[in-house]
């Protein structure tokens, strides 16, 4: 499933081109969430459960529909409801959000991460996890301004959404949009999605949500798993989703230039030194010292003479 | 090997002893380090049986270091304090350097360069620790923002210290007849009138 696609953008810690000779002719991907057609149902959180074959351990109830509470290893994707009280309208309005991975354009997992191959970007834009590959640093974590990688505490290998690469790779839709009863979740080209997000808005718009909008955020070069929001100047509303993300400049400094110029700088320490050596020869101990000492009887020992002179 | 009688002891046993057990770990490290930083280091997981063992040896290796290091570095701390004439020498550092020693301010056990090695590892050291305690994942789990901050410490001070480290390894080699000192302690009466007159007039109370 990895490499043999022939149709990997970029892998992981890796500075030669992986092989990339076919890309989607439709266009890339994108999975569309209408969070104003979710009605919370969580068929899509058993549905990736079913297809992916994952069961997360029942946790504490903590008064909220969330279930699990939060992303696991074995939940890839979880609804997370807020009540917002809207003082413009004096409405409370329950907002539902499908969490899981956003699949970056620009993905800060797969930039933090050592592991050659342990995280791919597929030409049509899906970002996966290759297992085989990770060796449970938490690099990722440390890179995705979403918060989604989880690292098992089983196995100490990172898991999230797969975008179910495997279905999309044979042509059909992700679980959870075959699933979903009320259509707010849907699967194509990301220029059809986009259009699609487009008159949902445009309808939204009109039906009094003036700021409802798409969540395809610039900061990680779009995203292809996106959201129409009816509250999209605001997406924090919707469970501390991000209002702007981007890859951390801490993670950019570490993973970015600074990998270059550390290892050019020590490049240049042990060559320098090298030809420190050859320029300027050894720093020898001078010979009028090793007399002086031998006048005193305290030089080089009477035995070792005897040695070099008989061999 | 035979040693001269007439040789002065540099380093006891137990000190050798104490810097190659820290030597070693920074070897093992910088390895394993270096291959989680750049792509091209990647392989020398190979050296440690695979990417996740290097994950998992990475970290307890720095504790045994760090440990052995504190020892070394409460051992050799008053010999390191900076004092006037250590200042002197730094600012001769360039004399040295072209290779021309001869007129160098008097020395004791160590010189200005080497006291500011010494300093210089010590901070390095204290940043790695905390850093890379801070990036335990299989311990600690804190927020990402700290995560992200240790990383960028952790890199640049590792850079810091593998930096530090071919100075002194190439110190050792250029200066002849110092690294017989970390094997087997002791140096020669001329090679420390050379270098470290200081020490020699305390070692021999010859005050020539």
Not at chain 1, 251 to 276: D, E, N, Q, R, T
Request: aromatic share 10%.
């Amino acid at each position: 499933m990895s490499l043999q696609s022939l149709d990997i953008m970029r892998l992981s810690a890796t500075t030669t081109p992986p092989p990339q000779a076919r890309s989607p002719q439709s266009g890339e991907v994108a999975k569309l969430i209408d969070v104003s057609k979710c009605i919370g149902c969580k068929a899509c959180q058993t549905a990736c459960m079913e297809w992916n074959d994952l069961r997360q351990e029942p946790g504490e109830c903590h008064g909220t529909y969330d279930n699990p509470t939060d992303l696991t290893e074995n939940a890839w994707t979880v609804m997370k409801f807020t009540e917002y009280d809207n003082e413009a309208t004096g409405n409370l309005e329950w907002l539902i959000r499908k969490d899981g991975c956003m699949h970056c354009a620009d993905p800060g997992c797969l930039k933090a991460c050592p592991s050659p191959g342990a995280i791919v970007q597929y030409t049509n834009g899906i970002v996966d996890f290759h297992e085989e590959n990770c060796v449970g640093c938490g690099y990722c974590v440390t890179g995705c301004p979403f918060n989604v990688p989880r690292i098992s505490k089983k196995d100490h290998k990172a898991y999230k959404c797969t975008l179910c690469s495997d279905r999309v790779a044979v042509g059909r839709e992700p679980a959870c949009v075959t699933t979903c009863p009320t259509g707010a979740i849907m699967f194509g080209t990301k220029k059809a999605m986009k259009d699609q997000a487009a008159e949902r808005i445009k309808d939204l718009n009109e039906r009094g949500f003036k700021e409802a909008g798409l969540y395809d955020p610039e900061g990680v070069g779009g995203t292809h798993v996106m959201y129409v929001l009816h509250h999209a100047d605001k997406p924090s509303l919707y469970a501390n989703l991000p209002d702007a993300p981007t890859i951390s400049p801490m993670v950019s400094l570490w993973k970015g230039v600074s990998k270059p110029l550390a290892m050019f700088a020590l490049g240049a320490a042990a060559l320098g030194s090298l030809f420190h050596y050859i320029t300027k020869g050894p720093n020898e101990v001078s010979k009028e010292l090793e007399d002086e000492m031998d006048a005193k009887g305290v030089g080089a020992s009477p035995k070792q003479k005897n040695e070099e002179m008989t061999p | 090997m035979r040693r001269n009688p007439n040789d002065l002891q540099r380093y006891s046993a137990s000190e050798r002893l104490n810097h190659w057990v820290v030597g070693i770990c920074f070897i093992l490290l910088a390895l394993s380090g270096l291959a989680f930083f750049h792509p091209a280091f990647f392989p020398l997981t190979m050296l440690f049986g695979g990417g996740p063992w290097t994950r998992i040896l990475h970290p307890y290796i720095g504790v045994v270091m760090f440990v052995f290091f504190l020892v070394m570095f409460f051992r050799f701390a008053k010999l390191n304090v900076i004092e006037d004439r250590d200042i002197e020498w730094l600012k001769n550092v360039n004399k040295m350097v072209d290779g021309d020693d001869h007129d160098m301010p008097e020395q004791g056990k160590y010189n200005g360069g080497q006291k500011v090695l010494f300093w210089g590892l010590g901070l390095g050291m204290l940043v790695l620790i905390v850093s890379g305690v801070m990036m335990w994942r299989a311990w600690l789990n804190l927020p990402v923002t700290a995560v992200r901050i240790a990383s960028v410490l952790h890199a640049v001070a590792a850079v810091w210290m593998i930096g530090l480290i071919i100075m002194h390894v190439y110190a050792a080699i250029w200066t002849r007849g110092t690294i017989r000192a970390m094997l087997y302690g002791t140096v020669t009466r001329a090679w420390a009138k050379q270098h470290h007159r200081g020490w020699y007039r305390k070692m021999t109370g010859d005050n020539s």
